[in-house]
């Protein structure tokens, strides 16, 4: 949010502080786990850097599901390889490509400049956390639902007018 709540809405929403965008640093060094929502734009990117990282406790996790850009690359690692912060979960990548990603071939399936397989305190996810089983199930089950209704000559459901042709 660019224009934090006031004080009173936050208190009536059971939020104890906001910070506005300038106290950044002050409220990472109160932060357990940092978890970024933002959009990736020119404000944003790079956001998260040595100071950033600097700012936090040592026994901070980082949880990054937001666009890989916010985070400046080197300045990450260092800060899990000396020991800055505890920890990262990223589920986003500076080099994505799809087609390496289960292509078997080294180079293809490089996701970052530095080596983030090899450090303990990392969990990677190949920005697919959203995948499970259950998801699959509905989205099948949506599916035949959707083809069952187009057989029975039912109107379908869920169709976003501005891209059907109907």
Known sequence: MRTPISESEAHAAGIAQVYPIADLDKMLA?????VPTIPANADSYGMFGEAQFQATKNTTFFINIARAEILDEKSIYEALTDGTIAGAAIDV?????DLGIGSGDPERQKWSKYPFLELENVIMSPHRSSFSTAMMKRKQSDLAQQ??????GE???????ELSKG
């Open 93 to 97: 990548w500076w080099n994505e490509d």
């Open 147 to 152: 083809v069952d209704r187009l057989n029975r």
């Open 30 to 34: 109160e932060c357990d786990y940092v």
């Open 155 to 161: 109107p379908l459901i869920n169709i976003v007018p």
